[in-house]
């Protein structure tokens, strides 16, 4: 995929340790270990989305910025190899799609 209407080409990157995603429209694949991916402020970005996938036998913590949430809860736990969550910002907090 070169882009996306509307939006920019999704980017991958690989992760083994405590990681923030940073790109819009990024995924990151925890490929090995236990540990947490942050999630950005959610204001000001509405719209953007972010793929976490959890390819290794680890449990990934995705960890919204300060008191916001994913689907209200503070955090949410991938504790199976190959299962994967989509978020988008709604300005405000996080919403899995």
Known sequence: LSSIVGGTAPTLR??????TFATASE????????????LPTAAGITGT???????GTGTITLDPNGTETINGSL????????????????GTNWIII
């Open 14 to 19: 690989n992760a083994t340790a405590t990681d």
């Open 27 to 38: 995924t990151i694949n925890c490929t090995t270990n236990t540990f947490t991916v942050n």
């Open 49 to 55: 989305v972010y793929t976490l996938v959890n390819s």
């Open 75 to 90: 955090t949410i736990d991938i504790t199976k190899q190959y299962v994967s969550r989509t978020v988008q910002s709604n």
